[in-house]
Nanobody
Framework: QLQASGGGLVQAGGSLRLSCAAS????????MGWYRQATGKQRELVAR???????NYKDSVNSRFTISRDNAKNMVYLQMNSLKPEDTAVYYC???????????WGQGTEVTVSS
């Protein structure tokens, strides 16, 4: 239902752009977001964007990451700049559908930031 892409290996200070495509069969997408899970840690919210474009970010990524969405294409993006080794994790896209009243998760894309 969700297909994430764009992860990879990058040096500290570099940039990556994650993309996530939601199936057109998912109706009434409300909020869209990105979570991440580092090895040995719990999954955490990185950024979220509502249907009206209101965003919220994890404090440690604010001013470095930017979330955006294309409602016509059912896409959500995460532009990540000034990456740090502590950003290393598997990143998951997540959407909430008002129609189905449930969340959908992507398969995850791995981001590795070397020091």
């Amino acid at each position: 239902q969700l297909q994430a892409s764009g992860g990879g290996l990058v040096q500290a200070g570099g940039s990556l752009r994650l993309s996530c495509a939601a199936s057109g069969r998912i109706r009434s997408i409300a909020s869209m977001g990105w979570y991440r899970q580092a090895t040995g840690k719990q999954r955490e919210l990185v950024a979220r964007i509502t249907g009206g474009g209101i965003t919220n970010y994890k404090d440690s990524v604010n001013s470095r990451f930017t979330i955006s969405r294309d409602n016509a294409k059912n896409m959500v993006y995460l532009q990540m700049n000034s990456l740090k080794p502590e950003d290393t994790a598997v990143y998951y896209c997540n959407i909430y559908s008002d129609y189905y009243r449930m969340e959908f998760w992507g398969q995850g894309t791995e981001v590795t930031v070397s020091s």
